[in-house]
């Protein structure tokens, strides 16, 4: 039950097991063309243009940042905890120029803060963290995109622990791209990096005056290789891990099976059941109000006198694997624990059960 790596079915880790097929074998063609299909409607972005490369959610941002961003370019990133430090970090890399504005911890930037550095005008890109891991705070991705749109600013969100869990609407929203990993709410083992990316973003690219400055990242080397699997035709640029991608196509099928509004719902319903049982434990949370608490995970503060490490041992000991705090600031006076996936009421009752024997 942390935040990733999470629980997988039984029928994406048996795919992941069977012999590994040549990158240029037809069924395989087919499983990845049929993985870039399916990400667009679970990503709800009909026309958005899917990849699929070997890598982490780290990967995912970056090459989003490699291909977006030229020398001298401004961008705004809205943070919301630890990742949103990362993407700053990452996009001064391509010699952007970062405006940082950060959240109080366990809040989000008001949207009027936002709206009022947009307005300066001087914006190419703007990215914000739908769910930060760091702090389970949960930020208003239709409002965000709303802001970008309005300012005509292309916007990223970086979603490695939000799509597939998180109510997301890339295409109706306006969000130019959505980024995110395997080992999440997507449902398959840690090593793929997933993004989509709107036609303005792609047309942003094409029209770019300097070359992308990022070799394994470019997207004049992996666009081919999109289109021709997903035209059914065999391609090569770099390996792609077969068995993953055969993974992706199945745990994909899973979350269509479900539907894109019951797999929101179902989300919510478990997080809000969670969130009630630490608070009937008398636990208080990161997230300074309902409204901004995420539904893939929750981060509660220990409970007076409650040691953390002996506390995280404990609940291991019961059955239960949750995970510690991550923001360097709070790290010893919280927990987490994730709830996307496949997570059920099931999962939901045996953490909590674990959870309260571990306080006895
Ligand atoms: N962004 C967020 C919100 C994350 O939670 C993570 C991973 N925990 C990352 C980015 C980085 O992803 P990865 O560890 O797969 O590189």
Redesign the pocket.
Known sequence: MI??PIEFDPSVLEKMGQPTLSHVAPAFIESFGRALEMMRNVWLAPNGQPFIVAG????A?DMAGANLIEVGDNVLVVSTGY?GE?YAELLKRYGASVTFLQAEVGDVVPLETVETELAKGKYKLMTF?H???STSVLVDAKAMGALAQKYNVLSIL?G??SVAGEEIRQEEWGIDVVVT?S??AVGVP?GLALLVASEKAMNVWVNRKTPVGNYFCDWSLWLPIMKAYEARNPSYFATPPINLIQALETSLELIIEEGMDARFARHERLAKKFREEMRALGMDFIPTSEAVQANTLTAPYYPEGVNGGEFLGKVGQNGVVIAGGLLPSHKTQYFRVGHMGIVSDEHIDRTVAAIKAAFN
């Open positions: 935040p990733g982490s959610g780290t990967l941002m990742f990362r963290t769910v930060d891991t970086d490695v622990c990993a080992q999440k840690p």
